[in-house]
């Protein structure tokens, strides 16, 4: 199969990351070039190709990257087999709980008190051990994860535990964050889905 051009600019996430998955799956090309223009999407599909194999390679013009992506035949397998898992590498979680966060305060009320309560909440969650399998932030829950921010400690605590840490990209730009982020994974609305699907618990908060 010769190189395919996929232009996903104008699409936000998940949407490159959709058209990606379905191109590799439909033709299993060895060499791949994705334009995006959101840098959401940009880490997600570089993430992505990644995980699907690929080696990628990535170049920035004005606001629009153009990733490039190639890798080996396998002889010795059907293009469907060298297929791995969704992006985030969702193996299924049974058992395990996911802590789904869409705000940076906990609660209603007042924030000050609710910034608090949320520092105590991420403090608490190790008392789950290894029944806490990861964190997704979306929304205004993205700025915990921020550098700065008071709860980014407790994140990256969390994350060197072995706690896998996932930040909505789509919320990171809305925000204006994208640069900000230091702790977790830039994700998007299928990993999102996936995780909450695969997880034995979800908390929701």
């Known amino acids: 199969m010769s190189s395919i051009m996929l232009d996903c600019r104008g699409l936000a996430c998940p949407g490159p ?9 439909k033709d299993a090309p060895l060499s791949l070039n994705v334009v995006v223009d ?3 999407a940009h880490e997600n599909v570089l993430r992505l190709l990644g995980s699907k194999g690929y080696t ?3 170049e920035h013009d ?18 469907a087999a060298q297929q791995q898992d969704a ?3 969702i ?3 049974p ?9 940076e305060t906990l609660g209603s009320g007042d924030d000050e008190l609710g910034g608090k309560l949320m520092l105590n909440f991420l403090a608490t969650l190790p008392e789950l051990g290894g029944g806490l399998w990861r964190i997704v932030l979306v929304n205004g829950a993205v700025k915990l994860s921020t550098e700065g921010h008071p709860c980014l400690e407790k994140l990256t605590a969390l994350a060197a535990s072995g706690v896998s840490i996932l930040v909505c990209g789509t919320c990171l730009g809305f925000f204006g964050l994208m640069e900000k982020k230091r702790v977790g994974e830039t994700t998007n609305m ?6 909450l699907a695969a997880a034995g618990k979800v908390i929701q908060i």
């Open 17 to 25: 990351v959709l058209r990606c998955l379905e191109c590799i799956e």
């Open 38 to 40: 959101d840098p959401g």
């Open 56 to 58: 990628v390679a990535s």
């Open 62 to 79: 004005m606001d629009v990257w153009t990733i490039s992506a190639s890798r080996e035949a396998d002889q010795n397998a059907p293009a």
């Open 87 to 89: 992006p985030c590498a």
């Open 91 to 93: 193996l299924g979680a």
């Open 95 to 103: 058992g395990k709980t996911v802590a789904f966060i869409t705000r």
């Open 190 to 195: 299928l990993d999102v889905v996936t995780s």
